[in-house]
């Protein structure tokens, strides 16, 4: 027996290698950025969600986003043939949105605060264009100030984790030898700076950084709802820990702010919103604005370094209003008991699924099943038939009410001004404004005075108005008019009344 040469052992290992690879590849070339980008009309799809969802923009309603794709739906369609007969056919822009989703591409998303449902890109779609931008720009990535960056970085990480209180303090001391010779060279009037290609570039690099925590945001929600799932999914298994899960949850831990994801994306906000971090940070931008280096960045590259920092706190804050809401909803589904309803569906499901299993060697798939099931008597009808509620539909309105006509005398009036103290002094001067106004041609009706003067005191003041007009208005036979007020309540009234006219000035008493 002979063992295998040291040559074909490398050669086993690569091979496993290079099939785990493979296999590995197999997997992610189902992610939506694989076929996005090896969709027939990548292209067009591409630069379509490109510009419907611009930076600063990235959540939409349907009707909107249908809007937007609608635009250029043309450039989806110029690679379908068309018909002979001249006729426009192919899928409406709607009905691309909707492809989209299914494929990955677009996340809808049911808020609350908005009426109609939000889409928005997918991490798949942000990575696809990142990556596809990063093709037409030609910017190479081994440039010298990334490779600074990089070197400042395993610098800093080197002292801030040094345990050796000699090793630190010599390091301490070698910084300050470096900042005072600085302090000498400038004192001295030697100024250096870099060339303003290699500022530029190393602010473009980081302005590429900052670009990319963007589409980060969208991965951030994903991943917490992944933990979410997860942590459900081991309070039902009979398999886990689910105790000690459930213990903590009940004792108010936060499980998705401790997970990896949670941690992370908690520093990160926490950062942002120091206000003395981002004071700082706000005012080092705006210096770097005022630079000679700068001005050869153009307006886009201007713009995204004046607000990279505002430009990031609304999506942080999305992604915190759905980590609380998650840890809420969690919360809830532990302390109301419902996951023990769902863990008996869930047994019955599984033994259910085990019995099927046991049998299906047993018994042939078209084997006579022995049970009759009796017609249903329910009707039946297509979901598109079914008339769908907009929860920014008030409803019908609620019927009016209609009160019967009564005839008022001149003494029911006078005892309703006597009894509610209604305002004749300040109606009588309403009239007579109204009236000598000229815009009625020197008269003036009921109506007429409550649409220049509103009812102040309401039914009191149409009340009042028409005492006035028996003594001091001369009446049409046979006709009437609608006048309209508003109580003190807000709800709007109206009322028939008899046709009633001032022709001249009511006299103030």
Excluded: C
């Excluded at 937007?68 to 009905?95: F, I, K, M, Q």
């Excluded at 009410?401 to 009588?428: C, F, P, Y």
């Amino acid at each position: 027996m002979t063992s295998p040469a040291p040559d074909d052992r490398w050669t086993d290992r690569r091979h496993d290698a290079v099939a785990a690879r493979k296999d590995a590849y197999e997997q992610l070339r189902r992610a939506s950025t694989w076929r996005l980008l090896a969709a027939t009309k990548a292209p067009a799809v591409l630069s379509i969600l490109q510009a419907t969802f611009p930076p600063g923009d990235r959540r939409l309603p349907r009707s909107e986003l249908v809007a937007r794709v609608g635009a250029h739906v043309g450039l989806l369609r110029d690679e379908e043939p068309a018909p002979e007969d001249g006729a426009v056919t192919g899928r409406t822009a709607g009905d691309y949105v909707d492809t989209w989703v299914r494929e990955g591409y677009l996340t809808r998303r049911d808020d609350q605060q908005h009426s109609e449902t939000t889409f928005e890109p997918s991490p798949a779609t942000i990575d696809a264009i990142q990556f596809i931008a990063s093709l037409e720009d030609h910017r190479p990535t081994t440039t010298q100030s990334r490779l600074t960056l990089v070197i400042q970085q395993f610098d800093r990480l080197a002292q801030e984790t040094e345990t050796d209180r000699d090793v630190r303090l010599a390091d301490l001391q070698r910084r300050r030898e470096r900042i005072e010779q600085e302090i000498r060279d400038l004192a001295e009037g030697e100024l250096l700076l870099p060339s303003a290609e290699a500022s530029a570039d190393r602010l473009r690099d980081i302005l590429q950084i900052a670009g990319e925590l963007s589409g980060d945001f969208l991965q951030y929600r994903e991943d917490l709802r992944a933990v979410d799932l997860h942590l459900r999914e081991q309070i039902l298994s009979p398999e886990t820990a689910r105790g000690e899960i459930l213990e903590q949850l009940l004792a108010g831990d936060d499980l998705l702010g401790q997970s990896t994801v949670g941690r992370t994306f908690t520093a990160f906000f926490r950062m942002l919103n120091d206000p003395v971090q981002t004071r700082e940070a706000q005012e080092l931008v705006d210096r770097l604005l005022e630079r000679d280096f700068a001005r050869d960045l153009d307006r886009t590259e201007r713009e995204r370094l004046a607000n990279v920092f505002s430009d990031l706190y609304e999506p942080a804050q999305e992604v915190l209003d759905v980590k609380t809401e998650l840890y809420r909803s969690l919360a809830r589904f532990v302390r109301s008991q419902d996951f023990r309803q769902h863990r008996v569906l869930l047994e019955v499901l599984q033994e259910a699924q085990g019995l099927a299993l046991a049998q299906k060697d047993e018994v042939p798939t078209r084997t006579p099943f022995p049970l009759e099931l009796d017609l249903s008597r329910v009707l039946l009808s297509s979901v598109s038939q079914q008339r769908l509620k907009d929860p920014t539909d008030p409803g019908a309105p609620a019927e009016a009410e209609v009160h019967d006509a009564t005839a008022l005398s001149v003494e029911v009036l006078q005892d309703l001004v006597r009894t509610n103290d209604i305002d004749i002094v300040g109606l009588t001067g309403h009239v007579n404004a109204v009236r000598g106004s000229g815009a009625q041609g020197g008269q003036a009706s009921i109506g007429d005075v409550l649409r220049a003067r509103p009812a102040e005191q309401g039914l009191a003041s149409v009340i009042g108005l028409m005492f006035l007009a028996t003594q001091h208005a001369q009446q049409r036979e046979g006709s009437t008019e609608i006048v309209t007020w508003r109580e003190l309540d807000g709800k709007d009234y109206a009322a028939k009344v008899p046709a009633y006219y001032f022709l001249e000035d009511v006299p103030v008493d």
